[in-house]
Structures are given as structure tokens and as C-alpha cells.
């Protein structure tokens, strides 16, 4: 059964750089049919996507957020990054990493069917 | 701000139907597919609805979903307790080029 599980710091200081790491477990990355990407929910709001990443390293970002954002993906370690610049206050949320197909079929159709648990960043000085 | 509108809440009672709507536009609903998400309480989303109308493996016939011009909707019938959650729609919408979420609506059971 395929799993997703974030990590990273739970703290992060203004201007500086949220880093998360999402690590994919009983399955591979490398799937043709799947993208994989970042969502993030600030307390007591609702959704929003912040990028995907193909395994090839194709990478689509939210026009909002795109200036300071950056998705990797490492095969290797079966996991894929979210980097974040010049964070405030306004970054705080919950961070969800998850799995999600993507395509065109008389309409884009793009379902996120499988999410890690999410980890909660603050950012304050 | 969402570009997907919904109800911030609505309630029933234990077996009554509830309905949300989600209101959007051409570049999004109007030309694309509805996905619904379920967020129970400290948890993370799960997928109810997808292609507008389909429900995954394991969603029970309760759930419905449907999509006519620029708006969707879904319903719930035979209302339970454990149906007191979040519920979010979502689509890809071609002019911002990004997938959107809806503002969300609380579902309560009376």
C-alpha cells in the first residue's frame, strides 16, 4: 500500500527558506501514470496547490507562488522536495505532500488521491 | 481568494440529503473536470469524487456528484454522523493554469 510521509523542520524564521522532504514507501515514484505534489492549508483555512513534479523532473508550479518555489525529485531515495524562499508569516500552514494523476481527456482531469498526514510549519522569528 | 465558491456551511439531520454547490467559470468548470475531497477533523483530505461524477474504490453510494455549465454540486444522502467534516471541490483552471481548490464547506449533522 502506498504511503507518503513529510518531514522536515516544524520551525522556520522569516525571510528564510522552508524546506520538506516527502519520502514514498511501498511503491515507486518512477510510475508512469503519477505526479506528486505539495499542498498546504494555513490554520483554519482551506487548500491550496502549491506545485507537482513529474519522476522525469518536469515541474508546474502555482502562478502565485512560482517566484519562490522550487520541487525536486530523487529517484534514488524514492522522495521528492519542496523548497520555499523568503517565507513570512503567511507561509504558516500545514504542508501535505501527495500523489495525483494528471491529463486530457475532453477536459484536464487531476485527482489527488493519496496524501501523506502533513506536517505543520511556523514561521516566527 | 478561490476562484471556486462554495457555501461556507451547511447542515441536516441524521438521514436527510445535503447538498453543496461549487460555483466556478468557464476556465475551470466550464472546460474542466470536479473533484470533490473529504477533510475530516486533523486529518488529511481524501479523494470522494473525481471526473465530476465517479467515486473511488471504497466511497460509499451516498456520495454524488454532478456538474452542469460553470457549477457543480454534491450530494450527500442518508446523512451520518461521521459525514461532519470539511468538504472542499476543485478543478484545473485553464487561464491561471493551476490546479484550485473551493473555499470549503462545513458539513454539520444535527
Known amino acids: 500500500q502506498l504511503q507518503l510521509q513529510e518531514s522536515g523542520p516544524g520551525l522556520v524564521k522569516p525571510s528564510e527558506t522552508l524546506s520538506l522532504t516527502c519520502t514514498v514507501s511501498?511503491?515507486?515514484?518512477?510510475?508512469?501514470?503519477?505526479?506528486w505534489g505539495w499542498i498546504r492549508q494555513p490554520p483554519g483555512k482551506g487548500l491550496e496547490w502549491i506545485g507537482s513534479?513529474?519522476?522525469?523532473?518536469?515541474?508546474y508550479y502555482n502562478p502565485s507562488l512560482k517566484s519562490r518555489v522550487t520541487i525536486s525529485v530523487d529517484t534514488s531515495k524514492n522522495q521528492f522536495s519542496l523548497k520555499l524562499s523568503s517565507v513570512t508569516a503567511a507561509d504558516t500552514a500545514v504542508y501535505y505532500c501527495?500523489?495525483?494523476?494528471?491529463?486530457?481527456?475532453?477536459?484536464?482531469?487531476?485527482?489527488?488521491?493519496?496524501w501523506g498526514q502533513g506536517t505543520m510549519v511556523t514561521v516566527s522569528s | 481568494q478561490s476562484v471556486l465558491t462554495q457555501p461556507p456551511s451547511a447542515s441536516g439531520t441524521p438521514g436527510q440529503r445535503v447538498t453543496i454547490s461549487c460555483s466556478g467559470s468557464?476556465?475551470?468548470?466550464?472546460?474542466?473536470?470536479v473533484y470533490w475531497y473529504q477533510q475530516l477533523p486533523g486529518t488529511a483530505p481524501k479523494l470522494l469524487i473525481y471526473?465530476?461524477?465517479q467515486r473511488p474504490s471504497g466511497v460509499p453510494d451516498r456520495f454524488s456528484g454532478s456538474k452542469s455549465g460553470t457549477s457543480a454540486s454534491l450530494a450527500i444522502s442518508g446523512l451520518r454522523s461521521e459525514d461532519e467534516a470539511d468538504y472542499y471541490c476543485?478543478?484545473?483552471?485553464?487561464?491561471?493554469?493551476?490546479?484550485?481548490f473551493g473555499t470549503g464547506t462545513k458539513v454539520t449533522v444535527l
Open positions: 511501498g511503491g515507486s515514484i518512477s510510475s508512469s501514470s503519477y505526479y
Open positions: 501527495a500523489r495525483h494523476s494528471w491529463g486530457y481527456s475532453s477536459g484536464w482531469y487531476v485527482a489527488f488521491d493519496i
Open positions: 476543485a478543478a484545473w483552471d485553464d487561464s491561471l493554469s493551476g490546479y484550485v
Open positions: 468557464s476556465s475551470n468548470i466550464g472546460s474542466n473536470y
Open positions: 513534479i513529474y519522476y522525469s523532473g518536469s515541474t
Open positions: 471526473r465530476s461524477n
